[in-house]
């Protein structure tokens, strides 16, 4: 089924103008009379006719409106920038697998560097590649991106409980740990530098198996363990 994000959702006659509009006119090629899925981005979802397609807006029809949780735990992903369309492509698919807040934090030894109005950009781009990814992927919630000053800004931040594990090659493979929230770090192509693995001192080293994995892959191979270790 299509799905469709839109904000705020309420049932009734729903206009939907601008990227949901091009998506589901000129994208998908949707018709008067087709049956969609809306969600709101927080976690709520209806189900929807399309009444008629305009030049610049869809205009819906749209029912009751039900609350849908994520599963537990919650997870978060510090991750650092990747250079080019690498990063993207980890975004999206970290959405895809279960993660539900996106953190990137300035690594040491990371190749991109973002700073002032390039990391607001980066910040909107980002967003709209999670929101894209939760649609395709059916979420209902679509999940926070943003970016840390440094990696000790992005541990204050942390729950106060909750499994902390730190992303090692050199570690043993072993099960993630658990509790109602996750959080999951891993680091650029060139490793974590030293006063960095001192600030993940108290954190879980987590190996992923006997292959070194790119950046981009290793959070998501990560994020999918944790939710198939914690499947019901």
């Not at 009734?12 to 006119?25: A, C, K, N, P, W």
């Not at 205009?59 to 993207?88: F, H, Q, T, W, Y």
Request: charged share 25%; proline share 6%; glycine share 8%.
């Amino acid at each position: 089924m299509i799905r469709l994000v839109v904000a705020p959702l309420a049932a009734g006659e729903l206009i939907v103008r601008g990227d949901e509009h091009h998506y589901l006119s000129r994208v998908r090629r949707a018709r008067a009379g087709d049956a969609i899925e809306l969600v709101d981005g927080a976690g709520r979802r209806a189900r929807a006719v399309i009444e008629k397609i305009e030049a610049d807006a869809t205009v819906l029809r749209a029912e009751a409106v039900s609350a849908i949780a994520d599963a537990p735990p919650r997870v978060r992903v510090l991750v650092p920038p990747i250079k080019g369309d690498r990063m993207d492509a980890c975004i999206e698919k970290l959405v895809e697998v279960g993660a539900d807040e996106l953190v990137v934090w300035p690594a040491a030894r990371a190749v991109v560097r973002l700073d002032g109005d390039r990391r607001a950009a980066r910040v909107a781009h980002y967003q709209a590649i999670a929101q894209a990814a939760a649609r395709q992927s059916g979420r209902a919630t679509i999940p926070s991106v943003a970016f840390a000053d440094s990696l000790a800004a992005a541990i204050a931040a942390l729950p106060a409980n909750g499994a902390r594990v730190v992303l090692d090659p050199a570690a043993e493979r072993s099960p993630f740990p658990a509790g109602d929230h996750v959080t999951v770090v891993s680091g650029p192509e060139g490793g974590f530098a030293r006063e960095e693995l001192d600030a993940l001192a108290g954190f879980a080293a987590v190996g992923l198996g006997p292959r070194v994995l790119r950046a981009e892959t290793a959070p998501i191979v990560a994020v999918a363990l944790v939710r198939a270790q914690t499947a019901s």
